[in-house]
T-cell receptor
């Protein structure tokens, strides 16, 4: 079945540590996105990519980095520069036109310990 | 700039009663509008969308939404609520055709609680 897979489901980060969240899709979608979800704040865009080897910053990119070396994969690294990383992270993908909306992964819950 | 407002953090409704979850938007040009639902610790699931055409859009699980251009609204409705409809609902918007593939902007979400 086609879909979008995020791993791990739960992740714990120590202070000063970088961690990488995985996002893989087999939908042949061109565009991929990372959103952060905090209670009462909805979804905020971190980074997005519309084509391989290219990506753009979203509204809250500071402290995060991404790569898009393959069409299927869009990993997110939460760096030590991100001072408040505890959140639920959602990856999504879409066709380039955007008219069909997004398909979301099941999310990764990151907690700082 | 695009924006979405969901004015109610929480909506409570009795099972069997009609429900409405409100959404207003701001975007340049014609909008693409979406509703998604989220269950605890899960990703968002697509409910319905408005791209063009009829203002009343029907979607999954008996939900529908009405696009009102003059009021810039896209309220989600269901004639008879079920306890299983209890979840977090998100409205999203982006500028439509000829505006490039700008990312969706999401509202802050409305928690729907259906009481038996």
């Amino acid at each position: 079945d086609g879909g979008i897979t995020q791993s791990p489901k739960y992740l714990f980060r120590k202070e000063g540590q970088n961690v990488t969240l995985s996002c893989e899709q087999n939908l042949n979608h061109d565009a991929m996105y990372w959103y952060r979800q905090d209670p009462g704040q909805g979804l905020r865009l971190i980074y997005y990519s519309q084509i391989v080897n290219d990506f753009q910053k979203g509204d809250i990119a500071e402290g995060y980095s991404v790569s898009r070396e393959k069409k299927e994969s869009f990993p997110l690294t939460v760096t030590s520069a991100q001072k408040n990383p505890t959140a639920f992270y959602l990856c999504a993908s879409s066709l380039k036109t955007g008219a069909t909306g997004y398909t979301f992964g099941s999310g990764t819950r990151l907690t700082v310990v | 700039a695009q924006s979405v407002a969901q004015p109610e953090d929480q909506v409570n409704v009795a099972e069997g009663n009609p429900l409405t979850v409100k959404c207003t938007y701001s975007v340049s040009g014609n909008p693409y509008l979406f509703w998604y639902v989220q269950y605890p610790n899960r990703g968002l699931q697509f409910l319905l969308k408005y791209i063009t055409g009829d203002n009343l859009v029907k979607g999954s699980y008996g939900f529908e939404a009405e696009f009102n251009k003059s009021q810039t609204s896209f309220h989600l409705k269901k004639p008879s609520a079920l306890v299983s409809d209890s979840a977090l609902y998100f409205c999203a918007v982006r500028a439509g055709l000829y505006s490039g593939n700008t990312p969706l902007v999401f509202g802050k979400g409305t928690r729907l609680s259906v009481i038996a």
